[in-house]
């Protein structure tokens, strides 16, 4: 159950963060929103209600999710390089998944948010310099101060592992999309 619920493991934060390795996690937030969709854009109804592991959400559902969270994560970087170390509102995205427009909106939505949202915030880290890099923000719920830095890692980590759910998820059933 475990490697379905995280195939590619938990994020785990570098002790040291490279240029090199920022831009590696850049590109992927870059080409996140058309990955995603060319994988999930011609899937059947079905299959978009369809869990990627037993409990788990549906690929509507996870799609929808990636949206909100990178949405969320947008706004967080924002905070940070306007405010001193802020604390973030964190949201229920479990809760969230639930709501009506998660479970039975069509995804073309979330896939052109999430098109928006990557635009602008690749466009914005590109243009981070090392100071706004080193700037951070507390979640709620460890208390820990997180560096822009890290967030970056974090949410090309988070795309990825959502990714990774659909595609192992098709290749399990065997589905061509």
Known sequence: MEALQYPIGKFKEPETISTEQLK???????????????????????????????????????????????????????WALT???????????????????????PI??????LKAVHAKLVYLLKGLSESDLAREFIHPDGNEATTLASNIGRYAWHGTHHFTHIKNLIKREGWSV
């Open 108 to 113: 073309q939505l979330s896939l052109d948010h």
């Open 24 to 78: 590696a996690w850049i590109l992927i937030l870059e080409e996140l929103p058309q990955r995603l969709e060319r994988m999930v854009g011609a899937m059947t109804k079905e299959q978009l209600e369809t869990p990627y592991r037993p409990g788990g959400w549906t690929v509507r559902q996870l799609v929808h999710h990636i949206a909100d969270s990178h949405h969320n994560s947008y706004i967080r970087f924002k």
């Open 83 to 105: 405010e001193e170390t802020p604390t973030i509102k964190p949201y229920f995205e479990k809760e969230w998944a639930e709501l009506f427009d998660a479970r039975t909106a």
